[in-house]
């Protein structure tokens, strides 16, 4: 059986967050319900991806040359995008508010250049990041859900999702059940994604909900885009790559398969739902190309901090070097910049 | 954020190397041919390249000469072994100048300089390498244990692929003992001359390769030489029959790789995304100047609306202009002629009733240009379904069953290609059996090898080039 995405029944009327909350009783998917036969049957029935032709087309896209004021400007939009991240089990407060003070001004000799998106840390930080960004438009992104392996009880998740919560936490990355995507337990997945999306909280003060794949652990192209399906089913604002504790992690190809279920969630319901490359992009040039390709097959819409975002620690530093390089016409070493 | 547009990223057009004058090879050196010179142009400005002098009669009867001579003298007798390295020394160069012949391709072809660098020089290379290695060889390719040269060959090609289309047929022919006397078309005669200095480069003997530029009538008076053994050429299916019959009866050899009009077959279990991906590569790679080109799309009605949608978007990324730019999908069209026969076909899709859909790219201002096109509801009894239109413009059917799907696929007077878009390996194949095509890609198109075969049957030819079947063509097995 072949399940088709239609083409758009509805207008493309509400693409905002504010709108969000309201979209799960007239959903046009809403017929799939939560249960693993329900599920399977839309998930297995996806058109299919061709790993070969898949691949070509994310080499052909590599190949774009990007110069000039549209390099500038590329360059730019990624620091714009990234959730400047730091996930270790040494990270201090020290560390956090160094990290803070780059995400507000990653070149305070270049004024001119934008904030990053978000930083990104764990839960038990998440304090310290929220008091030294107070009055910048950096959010403060937590992972939970037991990251980074997600293996304990919905209740820890739950607790782990709702620390980060009340701590001030604007965006939640949680971690999806791969051992129960795998398995084929759709349903449980799908229960625990809307679970952590209720604690999320709710209103205009919901933390925005980024699911990560895992794609590194999920065995091939096929399952990257059920699971995106499935994230984006239950509810996730963002679909997330990888954790960046596994490789392979973002790749231009997985980065593809994601940026074309969005744009299919939004043919079909006219919503803007995003895509977070995490884990393996630390050249300017990687990011550039993944830009080409949010661009090129999601469209020119995703081109936003609030549809796009990189999961990356030293690609700010590489965007910045190479952002000095387009303004003064020479590399700088690394250490010419500050970094966190 | 405002728009994201790429600023233009030229690849610099003096890498070509390019002379002011060309002349024809023959035994070995450079030399004035005797015919009326002509003016190659860059299609993407309608700017004069280079002069090229031409052959005449009396060119070609020298470069037969000097053809015979080399195949009895030198190249027929020498050990494969030899012949081998010099192959493989016009191989290496040819990868080594890889960049000069790029940029040289594409300002005398008008195609994206992406393809030139990236697809028809490094096949063109591939080609020879592949072939340099069958030279000593040819005992253990199931052709006997010494298997003969055939003598001189007489070699037309078309100007889709100038250099490509050069190796495939000079490759084959020297490995196995043959010496070539080549025309390369009228409008692009540039990369086949620097070919011909590239085999001087690596110390060819004089006459196993002679290159004479020119039009029509130099090809025509080559192919109806007396004194050649086989004749190969790629072009139109016109020009194609006239060949033959002017052979018929003359014991001397012949290949034909003709036109096509190939059907791609999308089944609703395709992997869709990478069917966009393929069919618009099918039709827009080299503006759609391509004889395998998938200029009909056939997709089964149950996602032909949501294909075409999704094939209108994948289209709309598509980026035309000038070729030299690294950024650019779809480049100029060869001549002023072949764009009057694109313009002539599309118009007549307008006026039996099939609805045109236009990418909505911007065009340069000057040089020969056509937007990419895409036909719907097209019949199979419209000229746009049946005739080879060589330019960027796809003809899209729908089919209900499989039966349906190949009937219509087979419809046609041409056999050369097509293409299946399954994730079932079964129906793939099943498809693929009953499809009248000499080659068929399954969930690709346009993929080339030299070890893979490729030509057609009925009118779009026989013979083929690539792979063992590729040297028989040269061989008296």
């Known amino acids: 059986?072949?399940?088709?995405?239609?083409?758009?029944?509805?207008?493309?009327?509400?693409?905002?967050?504010?709108?969000?909350?309201?979209?799960?009783?007239?959903?046009?998917?809403?017929?799939?319900?939560?249960?693993?036969?329900?599920?399977?049957?839309?998930?297995?029935?996806?058109?299919?991806?061709?790993?070969?032709?898949?691949?070509?087309?994310?080499?052909?896209?590599?190949?774009?040359?990007?110069?000039?004021?549209?390099?500038?400007?590329?360059?730019?939009?990624?620091?714009?995008?990234?959730?400047?991240?730091?996930?270790?089990?040494?990270?201090?407060?020290?560390?956090?508010?160094?990290?803070?003070?780059?995400?507000?001004?990653?070149?305070?000799?270049?004024?001119?250049?934008?904030?990053?998106?978000?930083?990104?840390?764990?839960?038990?930080?998440?304090?310290?990041?929220?008091?030294?960004?107070?009055?910048?438009?950096?959010?403060?992104?937590?992972?939970?859900?037991?990251?980074?392996?997600?293996?304990?009880?919905?209740?820890?998740?739950?607790?782990?999702?709702?620390?980060?919560?009340?701590?001030?936490?604007?965006?939640?990355?949680?971690?999806?059940?791969?051992?129960?995507?795998?398995?084929?337990?759709?349903?449980?997945?799908?229960?625990?994604?809307?679970?952590?999306?209720?604690?999320?909280?709710?209103?205009?003060?919901?933390?925005h909900l980024k699911v990560i794949l895992e794609t590194g652990e999920l065995g091939g192209y096929d399952a990257v885009r059920r699971a995106c399906w499935l994230a984006l089913l239950a509810g996730a604002d963002v679909i997330k790559t990888s954790t960046g504790k596994i490789a392979p992690a973002a790749t231009l190809p997985v980065v593809q398969v994601m940026l074309q279920a969005v744009r299919d969630w939004h043919r079909l319901t006219g919503e803007r739902r995003g895509v977070k490359a995490a884990g393996g992009i630390r050249a300017a040039k990687d990011a550039v190309r993944h830009l080409v390709a949010v661009h090129e097959v999601a469209g020119p819409e995703w081109l936003d901090p609030a549809l796009f975002r990189f999961g990356a620690s030293s690609l700010l530093n590489d965007l910045l070097r190479q952002r000095r390089t387009q303004l003064s016409g020479h590399y700088v070493g690394a250490d010419y910049i500050g970094s966190a | 954020m405002g728009t994201w547009s790429y600023a233009p990223a030229p690849e610099s057009a003096a890498l070509a190397d390019l002379r002011p004058g060309y002349r024809p090879f023959i035994d070995g050196e450079f030399v004035d041919g005797n015919g009326a010179p002509l003016k190659t142009v860059n299609p993407a400005t309608e700017e004069t390249l280079a002069e090229v002098s031409t052959a005449d009669a009396s060119d070609v009867d020298r470069a037969v000469a000097a053809a015979r001579r080399a195949y009895e003298q030198v190249w027929g007798p020498m050990p494969g072994a030899e012949r081998a390295k010099y192959l493989f020394r016009i191989a290496r160069i040819v990868a080594e100048r890889a960049r000069e012949l790029a940029v040289l391709e594409t300002l005398d072809n008008g195609k994206p300089i992406r393809e030139s660098r990236d697809v028809d020089v490094p096949a063109a290379a591939a080609h020879l390498f592949h072939h340099a290695g069958w030279a000593d060889k040819l005992g253990y390719a199931g052709f006997g244990p010494q298997p003969r040269p055939l003598g001189v060959v007489g070699a037309v090609i078309p100007w889709n692929f100038p250099l490509l289309m050069a190796a495939w047929k000079i490759a084959p022919a020297l490995a196995c003992g043959n010496t070539v006397v080549l025309k390369p078309a009228e409008t692009t005669p540039l990369t086949a001359l620097v070919l011909a200095g590239i085999a001087a480069e690596a110390g060819l003997p004089p006459g196993v390769l002679n290159v004479l530029p020119g039009a029509g009538d130099v090809g025509a008076t080559l192919v109806g030489h007396a004194d050649l053994d086989k004749v190969a050429f790629t072009g139109s299916t016109e020009v194609g029959k006239q060949i033959q019959a002017r052979l018929a009866g003359t014991g001397r050899r012949l290949t034909l790789e003709l036109g096509g009009k190939a059907a791609s077959i999308v089944y609703d279990d395709a992997p869709l995304d990478q069917a966009v991906d393929g069919v618009t590569d099918g039709i827009f790679f080299n503006q759609g100047q391509v004889c395998c080109a998938g200029s009909r799309l056939l997709v089964q009605e149950s996602i032909a609306e949501e294909f075409a949608e999704l094939l209108r978007r994948r289209i709309t990324t598509l980026r035309v202009g000038d070729p030299l730019d690294k950024n650019t999908d779809v480049g100029a069209i060869n001549s002023r002629a072949q764009l009057d026969r694109i313009l002539d076909l599309a118009a007549a899709g307008d006026a039996e009733g099939a609805q045109r859909w236009t990418s909505p790219c911007s065009l340069p201002e000057r040089g020969l240009f056509f937007?990419?096109?895409?036909?719907?509801?097209?019949?199979?009894?419209?000229?746009?379904?049946?005739?080879?239109?060589?330019?960027?413009?796809?003809?899209?059917?729908?089919?209900?069953?499989?039966?349906?799907?190949?009937?219509?696929?087979?419809?046609?007077?041409?056999?050369?290609?097509?293409?299946?878009?399954?994730?079932?390996?079964?129906?793939?194949?099943?498809?693929?059996?009953?499809?009248?095509?000499?080659?068929?890609?399954?969930?690709?198109?346009?993929?080339?090898?030299?070890?893979?075969?490729?030509?057609?049957?009925?009118?779009?030819?026989?013979?083929?080039?690539?792979?063992?079947?590729?040297?028989?063509?040269?061989?008296?097995?």
């Open chain 1, 1 to 207: 059986m072949t399940t088709t995405v239609p083409v758009p029944r509805r207008k493309d009327t509400s693409t905002d967050g504010a709108a969000a909350d309201q979209r799960a009783p007239a959903h046009p998917l809403a017929g799939i319900g939560g249960s693993d036969a329900g599920l399977r049957r839309f998930l297995h029935g996806l058109p299919g991806v061709d790993q070969v032709g898949l691949e070509r087309r994310s080499a052909t896209l590599a190949t774009r040359s990007i110069k000039a004021a549209s390099k500038l400007q590329a360059l730019d939009l990624a620091i714009s995008m990234i959730d400047l991240t730091t996930l270790e089990g040494a990270d201090t407060p020290g560390k956090v508010r160094s990290l803070c003070a780059q995400a507000r001004r990653p070149d305070p000799e270049h004024p001119d250049v934008p904030p990053v998106a978000a930083v990104c840390l764990y839960p038990d930080l998440v304090g310290v990041a929220a008091e030294a960004l107070r009055g910048s438009p950096v959010a403060v992104a937590a992972v939970a859900t037991a990251f980074p392996s997600g293996r304990s009880s919905l209740e820890v998740k739950l607790a782990d999702t709702a620390l980060a919560v009340r701590e001030g936490a604007d965006e939640i990355d949680m971690v999806i059940d791969r051992g129960a995507f795998l398995s084929g337990r759709y349903g449980a997945v799908h229960e625990e994604i809307v679970a952590v999306r209720e604690a999320c909280g709710a209103g205009s003060r919901r933390a």
């Open chain 2, 371 to 477: 937007p990419p096109t895409v036909f719907s509801q097209v019949e199979q009894t419209m000229r746009v379904a049946r005739e080879e239109i060589f330019g960027p413009v796809l003809a899209v059917l729908t089919f209900r069953t499989p039966d349906e799907a190949v009937s219509k696929a087979n419809n046609t007077p041409y056999g050369l290609s097509a293409g299946v878009w399954t994730d079932k390996g079964s129906k793939a194949l099943w498809t693929a059996q009953r499809l009248r095509a000499g080659v068929v890609w399954v969930n690709t198109f346009n993929r080339f090898d030299p070890t893979a075969p490729f030509g057609g049957y009925r009118e779009s030819g026989f013979g083929r080039e690539g792979g063992l079947a590729g040297l028989a063509a040269y061989l008296d097995g």
